[in-house]
């Protein structure tokens, strides 16, 4: 027999014998490969998104505090005459409050923030002073708020694989965030030229620029220059600034009423001084020109809204984004205002769209009738800082809110414009539509409707950038008269 042609070489075999078990260690190796890059898609994934999120929740607060800064009417108080600031943005303030419980509400990595720091200042620089109290009339004009947003202990999943590797380096990660906000009055804007400002929803109703309440008993038989105006014509500037607990105009309690007769489908103006009484304070106003556009939204609160069917009233009941209010565009350009006289508020308009936008059931302001309230609510003036309290109608208690609940925005804060009444000199056309010049902006509280009186107002805030304005920046926009944004400050120069 013929040995055969090809011989196995068995003697190779020893030598593939020490090759068993490479597979199992190439697969262990590449397992850490494979949990790593899970670590670094997935966890880092986790982080960023927690990251996001921590960003969402100091956006959310730094926007809070200012809004709270703003409705508290600190900027109509620019040198602290009341020292009053601490109670609104001291360690304890509310504002400081809020902006913790807004950002306590926002999870991060889905659970509450670890660490949540609110720091007061100007647009100077960056926040420092957990305290505004001594922080001085650069906040007064421009507050500008920090919020510093931290989740120190955040879990990892697939990294955990690291803390069983001698000298491994895993351990829980931490995500942090900050966001700036400000609430800007372009009155007196530290001696330059005031920034205009052009609110959204502004309500139709044009004030004159005059103060029902400074003095006190400016009224019947008086002439016009007995009342001290609300901002000064040429700057701006607020008049009377403060507390009204001090002589300020902030927390000023009256009656809107219309500058008309009780007759005819047109306003026809009455004669004599405005405001025209002393008691009960009264500042009577003009119909301000509709808008063709049907507003964006309509409140509904039972019949009440049923009445609601003019552009007027519909401006009030709704939000009117189509036409422009823009404060320190002086008389003459193509961005005047119009009043329009052919409108008679005084015929139920008012009152009607009024309890529809605030949702009030009764036309009384002896008891929160469904409305947002101030504390302490009724006929007594609002303690200070301004609290707004969610009434029974508020569509928020409809949603799950409880009654009386502490909230930072309301439909009954709503923003009027100022015009210059001494412009044209001889007054308003008696009939159809007048070109006025906006000079200021004043922001109130709506408390509710009066049948007898009118509509009963708290002033929250002034603003003014007068006629004779030169800046040519451009206006700065938002549903108030005193803006609240985001905003990145200027680092300090080394």
Not at 237 to 266: K, N, W, Y
Not at 452 to 476: E, H, K, Q, R, Y
Request: charged fraction near 10%; hydrophobic fraction near 40%; glycine fraction near 10%.
């Amino acid at each position: 027999m013929l040995p055969p042609v090809i011989k196995r070489a068995r003697e190779c075999a020893p030598h593939r014998r020490r090759e068993r078990g490479v597979t199992m260690a190439l697969v262990a190796l590449s397992m850490v490969a494979i949990i790593s890059f899970a670590a670094l898609a997935i966890d880092l994934g986790f982080l960023y998104e927690a990251k996001a999120e921590a960003q969402r929740a100091a956006d959310a607060a730094a926007l809070t505090a200012a809004r709270v800064i703003s409705v508290s009417g600190i900027t109509g108080d620019p040198a602290n005459l009341d020292a009053n600031w601490v109670s609104v943005c001291g360690v304890s303030g509310t504002a400081t409050l809020a902006a913790t419980t807004v950002a306590q509400q926002n999870l991060v990595g889905g659970v509450a923030p670890s660490k949540v720091t609110v720091l007061y200042g100007t647009d100077a620089g960056i926040p420092t002073q957990t305290d505004c109290t001594n922080a001085g009339t650069g906040f007064g004009i421009n507050p500008v708020v920090s919020v510093y947003v931290q989740q120190a202990n955040l879990p990892t999943f697939f990294a955990r694989i690291f803390s069983l590797i001698p000298s491994g380096t895993f351990s829980n990660s931490g995500v942090s965030a900050t966001a700036y906000a400000e609430a800007f009055n372009p009155s007196d804007s530290n001696g330059g030229s005031p920034i205009p400002v052009q609110p959204r929803c502004v309500k139709p109703w044009v004030v004159p620029n005059l103060d029902p309440k400074h003095p006190l008993g400016c009224g019947p038989g008086t002439i016009a220059g007995a009342c001290t105006s609300f901002v000064d014509v040429t700057t701006g500037t607020i008049t009377t600034p403060g507390m009204f607990a001090s002589s300020g105009v902030i927390g000023e309690r009256f009656f809107l009423q219309p500058d008309c007769g009780t007759t005819g489908t047109a306003c026809t103006l009455l004669t004599g001084d405005n405001p025209p009484q002393a008691i009960p304070p009264v500042l009577q106003y003009v119909p301000g020109q509709a808008s063709a556009i049907p507003p964006v939204a309509m409140p509904t609160n039972g019949t009440t809204c049923l009445d609601v069917i003019s552009s007027y009233a519909q401006d009030i009941a709704g939000c009117d984004q189509s036409t422009v209010y823009q404060c320190g565009v002086p008389r003459g350009s193509n961005n005047n205002y119009s009043v329009d006289l052919s409108e008679n508020p005084a015929l139920g308009d008012t009152q009607n769209a009024v309890q529809c936008l605030i949702h009030q059931t009764l036309p009384t302001t002896a008891n929160p009738s469904g409305q947002d309230f101030l504390a302490p609510g009724g006929p007594l003036p609002p303690t200070y800082p301004f609290q707004i309290f969610a009434g029974t109608s508020n569509p928020l208690v409809g949603a799950g809110l409880a009654s009386s609940s502490v909230i930072t925005a309301s439909s009954s804060i709503v923003s009027l414009p100022i015009y210059d009444q001494t412009q044209p000199p001889t007054g308003l056309s008696p009939t159809g539509t007048t070109n006025v010049s906006i000079i200021g902006f004043l922001q109130v509280f709506i408390n509710g409707v009066d049948a007898a009186n009118g509509v009963d107002v708290t002033v929250l805030n002034v603003s003014g950038c007068g006629n004779a304005v030169g800046s040519t920046a451009p206006a700065l926009h938002g549903t108030s008269s005193v803006p609240v944004r985001l905003i990145t400050p200027t680092p300090p120069s080394s």
